[in-house]
């Protein structure tokens, strides 16, 4: 039996949008607006989705969640499978951060550099990791070049934002080059500045040849479009308000009813409320991120400035600051944010972006803000993500903890997450991000003390010592 919906079609909000939510505390919300952010103001009408949930119902997969993730294993389904999985949204379609991001498609996944991974698991494994988040990058991009999404190709630029940190991006560089085969290249000052950006920080960058810039929102309609087209649903305002196990299956409440699913995946990001279910609490550490995009730039002002190239770029602090010219012609930036949902309002962080972006360009020091808004973003406690069945013995699965590196790689956890609710074997269900859960943290119910301490110790490691 099918769910029960109202007439199809793209559903306006049915409550205003909460700027000072937050995972931690709050409830998920039921049908609110999006974001105030550039990408949901110009991308276009949202597709049509299947309105809410409207009385009880059976599917074989529930997925939880409808940004990249959650839609990608959607598409996936339904193209590889044929299942047509039913796709359960609180609020709007690609209400969470895959409508607030940078939109930055990196060769990566999580919190850890490649040199990071060699320390931990050893080279072996991870030549395999590489080859498997390389595998993910390329299918993203075959998926990116199904959709009109302003994509801007040309790599990914790591800027030095202190002379110590040159040391680094060398050392990074060559491990890329001589383990894992990339053409990872340093730039001077001179480099940077005459080919790319006069950023008045940097002192060197290294270029990453893998790197594309898309407009992340119409990039997710896309695939919320084709994911449809070939028969899953997606239904918005309906929040799972509580759910069980019953006779092999899960029933999940909604506001409208209940839809009874012999298979559940969450792929709800930073947006993972507490108390949905032991295997999901306190696994991420929900942190906000904040961006401003600018007035469109006249020519006169981006040579000023020195933007000569729409590559992204990132600096090496780690509270870092990711900025890029847009094809329209604004500058974004973004960086942290507030600790909490109840201070994500406070003036102060948007003059911690306004001042980031002054003192990279000075020539933009006063320039108009077109926007401006936060998001959160699924850190895992280990900095890795993880795309598993927690419980073998249950058949609830989940992909989290992309640590601000989600836009591409979102794409391939989807298509695993799908592959793994179906039971496919073949796929390298051995490598760390998917033979173990997330880990869990014995000060998880403290992590915001402990996160405002450590965002002070990284500003003075960034800024001072």
Known sequence: MDVQTSVAGARPPSSPYDP???????????????????????????????????????????????????????LTLARDFGVRATVLEANRAVWGCTSRNGGQGQNASGRLYRSQWIQRWGVDTARRLDAEIRDGFEYWKSLVAQF??????????????REKKMGFLRSEARVMREVFGYDTRILSKDELRERYVDDHEAVGAMLEPDGV????????????RQARALGASLHPASPVLGWRRENGAYLLRTPGGTVRARKVAFATG???????????????????????????????????A????????????????????????????????????????????????????????????????????????DVSHDMMPRI?????????????????NGVSFSAQAGRRLAQRIMGQDGAPWDLPIYDTPLPGHVFAPFRRIGQGLLYRWYYLRDEVL
């Open 213 to 224: 810039g898309v407009h992340p929102l119409k990039l997710a309609f896309g695939y919320m």
């Open 388 to 404: 598993s069945q927690p419980d073998p013995d249950q058949p609830l699965y989940y992909a989290f903890g992309y640590g601000g």
């Open 20 to 74: 000072d939510y937050d995972p931690l505390v709050s409830r998920p919300g039921r049908g609110q607006d999006y974001a105030p952010t550039y990408w949901v103001a110009t991308a276009g009408p949202p597709p049509e989705d299947d309105g809410p949930v409207e009385g009880d119902a059976d599917a074989d997969v529930v997925i939880v969640g409808s940004g990249f993730t959650g839609l990608s294993a959607a």
């Open 148 to 161: 009109d999404c302003d994509a801007q190709p040309g790599g990914h630029l790591y800027t030095a934002h």
């Open 270 to 304: 930073g947006y993972t409320a507490q108390g949905i279910d032991p295997l999901l609490d306190n696994r991420i550490m929900p942190v906000l991120s904040n961006s401003m995009v600018t007035r469109v730039l006249s020519a006169e002002e981006r040579e000023r």
């Open 306 to 377: 020195g933007l000569k190239s729409t590559v992204f770029i990132t600096d090496t602090r780690t509270l870092r600051f990711y900025y890029r010219l847009l094809p329209d012609g604004r500058m974004q930036i973004g960086s942290r944010s507030a600790l909490r949902g109840a201070d994500a309002r406070n003036p102060r962080h948007l003059a911690l972006l306004r001042e980031g972006l002054a003192r990279k360009f000075p020539a933009l020091r006063d320039v108009e803000v077109a926007y401006s808004w936060w998001g959160w973003v």
